[in-house]
């Protein structure tokens, strides 16, 4: 027996360039405009670059050699994308001299004659550049002298033209070759296998040093964009997969820890193999970390890593840096064998890259560990969610596309194939994406072919789930009630779906499971075992009343001691479910799931009171799965009492260091909650201990970050003298560095705008430290109220120079966001003199952003005004508490 009633609201909708609405939510900005894939007059059969790189000017110039095959019934002119590239001469193999206009993006050539479908010919383009991005050359700068000379290219999205003339779109492969000179004393590592080493004596073409010539041939068509190339000196360890060699390259001083980060690549090769059913396609797999990168990229047979990924050992204990090596690693399947040709499906490439680095997990380190991160995807999505909503597939963007590359794309999408293989079951699944990536290796897809291999390898129809959780976009949010029966001994779940419907967002048609947990008939506190379990079918009625609401019935034996909806976490949904504390307190304390343990801790949380407080306190020292504790840690933080805080302090004092490093780092975060003047007393408890812990020094970075940034949200006398102090420690990509400066941004004082600014300036810090500063500074806006306005104008300031002026992209990109919490209009004009000449997508991303956050927005000077009058009066009356109790302590001595 059930009903359901399901009405229509509308959100707010981007418009594109042409006035039309289009299916998104504050994420479109001014000027995108919808992108498809381009024609393809030609088929690229094979690129062979002969370049050469010059360190001291940082220069590449060559040929580049491009074999087409017609694909159009006549052929008259091919264009290739070339950006900022000097275009010397263009020629057919033979030498005939051809005709062309380059206007710094496109290199237009007119062919010699017609061409028709299915002919072949190979042009020729003699080019130099310097470029800006695309190729990077890396040198030692003045905030570190031990830098290593480097050069790496990165191509994605659209940054391949950038150093050689090519058709630069995902949905383009070709065979390549690589004959690169450089300077003797370095190594280089391509796509492929390397075919011969030449040594130059006295090379002309690079004032007379020696050189070597190196030959890389990758035999397996590939986009531009995944093309590589690394040149530098580097330790190499030697490991090997059935007969491949697998190697890892670092710079020399770092040899020893470059097992932490990609040791276990041998196993994740046999995992994704046997997984997919498609062994590892390529000739070798090379992974080499380079300075001065961001993030990871898979290129085929060669991935890239960042300088920031390298654990040291004392990382080691709590960042999970390896599960990149899967991720980039999943990649030479969903997105190198098999490629998304255009971005509007990029989530083919990061979605199963996503969820496949997820599967690893689960496989490496257990279905709790599985769990627990799939949870984290979710909750990064929906925060992304709460700033914009897309669907998944969506075409409009702005020039490159990289804004496409968010936690829709990667989360999202891989909570899609979450859903999916709950649905098919694990092997019709596996079963499904061994027949698509066989289906499609080495060619390119848009998702309409994986929905359709999926179809006709299951006999599933999958046109509503696609249309649901792809084509449109958000998620069900429900709300849900329980009650008990007891005439009847029957259980009543009420189901309603509470987001808003529009074109954007449905009313979600879906089957979600609900678990519930009887006692045994003779000790009603131990239940019986296995749950039993229901699926219910969540359908859409279209109602007046504009609500969505089913209700279900349940006979049972008994009543239960734990009800469960989607217990295993299957679906993508937020959840409030109400039940009586007593039912949380015995799903904290026996649940097998951690879902269910996390989810009561939660609830536990936001009720607080004694006997919730006392199951908590037991939980967190005796769950044993450390995100349950961190989870109970955060909970006793939210409520906030006296006793919340014993237990955090007895925690953070008897959780042995070496085991419970992630837990006692949640602890400290806790511990932050409790701030002056509100709570002075319980936030001088907590000054306390965290104080302790900095000065001593804990075994873990997390630790210490952690504390760290507590410390200064506690707000409390000598915290900030205490952090500066600190701040003379260097730590492992300045991890701890950046809790004291987040922590030095959440004191509210103003001499620390300082400190701050100094330190985002300052060209002889480390790119992590700068970084860490402007991190920290955003913080500051999101508080600006505890700030005075002068304060306010000094980080504003500092910000402006980091935009314009760092060269760091990733500080420039973080320092854009940075500025929009102040809601300072003058910060607008930086920002457009930046982004006019901004090559990096991210950072482009966020400075159009900002701009038209500031634009449309600002400050609320009044809200500020009265948020630092309230301030200010608690301060006040803290300053008179202090007082009067100082008076009453010497009339008492």
Known sequence: MESCTCGYDFYEHDLNVSGSYVKARSFSLPEDRPHYAPDRPADDRHIRLEIVLDFENETVSGTAFHTFSTLYEELKTITLDAVELHIEQVSL???????????????????????????????AVRYSGKPRTGLHFIKPGPEDASRPVQAWSMGQPRYASYWFPCLDAPGERATSEIIVTVPARFQTISNGVLLDVTQNDADSRLGGIPTKTYHWRHNIPTAAYLISLIVGEFAVIEDSFRGKPVQYYVRPDRKDDALLLMGKTPQMLEFFSEYTGVEYPYDKYAQ?????????????SATTHSFMLLLDQRAALDFNTVAVVAHELAHQWFGDLVTCRDWASGWLNEGFATYFEELWTEHDLG??????????????YLGEDRNYRRPIVYYVYHDQGFELFDRHMYDKGAWVLHMLRHR????????????????????????????????????????????????????????VSYAWDNEHSMAKIKIRQVQKVDDLTPCFVTPVDLAFTLPSSGNPTNNTGAPQTHTVQMRVVVGEDGQSEQTFYFPLEREPVMVRFDPDGWLLKTLKFDRPDS???YQLAHDPDILGRIEAAEALGKKGGDENIAALATALFHDPFWAVSRDVAKALGAIGTAKAQDALLQGLQQLDPAQFSRVRAAIATALGEF?????????????????????????????ETAAAEALGKTRTPGSVELLEKLLSRPTWNATVEKGILTGLALSGEDRIVEILSSWLADTHRRPTERLAAASAIEVMGKHRYLYSETACQR???????????????????????????????????????????????????????????????????????????????????????QEQLSALEARIS
């Open 288 to 300: 080499t970390v380079v300075e001065l990168y961001t993030g990871a990229m898979e290129h085929t």
């Open 675 to 703: 701030q002056a003047p509100e709570q002075a007393e319980l936030a001088q408890r907590s000054a306390q201990a965290l104080s302790t812990l900095l000065q001593k020094g804990d075994t873990s970075y997390l630790v």
């Open 424 to 479: 098919l079951g694990d092997a019709a699944f596996r079963r499904a994406i061994h027949a698509y990536l066989e289906r499609y290796r080495e060619r390119e897809v848009v998702t309409a072919d994986l929905e359709r291999t999926i179809e006709e390898v299951t006999g599933h129809s999958l046109e509503r789930f696609f249309e649901q959780w792809v084509y449109s976009g958000g998620y069900p949010e429900f709300e």
């Open 93 to 123: 193999m033979d030498g005939t001299r051809l005709q062309y206009n380059a206007d710094g993006k496109k290199l237009t050539i007119t062919l010699d004659r017609t061409y028709h479908h299915g002919e072949e010919f190979t042009i």
């Open 367 to 380: 279905n709790d560990y599985f769990k627990q991160s799939m949870l984290n995807l979710k909750q990064r």
């Open 583 to 585: 039912m949380m307190r």
């Open 795 to 881: 980080a504003i300031t500092a910000l402006c120079m980091a935009v314009e002026h760092d060269n760091w992209p990733r500080v420039r990109a973080v320092a854009a966001l940075a500025l929009m919490p102040f809601g300072d209009k003058r910060a607008i004009a930086p920002l457009e003199r930046a982004v006019s000449h901004e090559l990096e997508s991210r950072g482009e991303r966020n400075m159009r952003t900002a701009i038209m956050a500031l634009r449309s927005g600002g400050s609320s000077d009044e809200q500020l005004k009265e948020l630092r009058q309230n301030l200010d009066r608690l301060r006040e009356e803290n300053r008179k508490l």
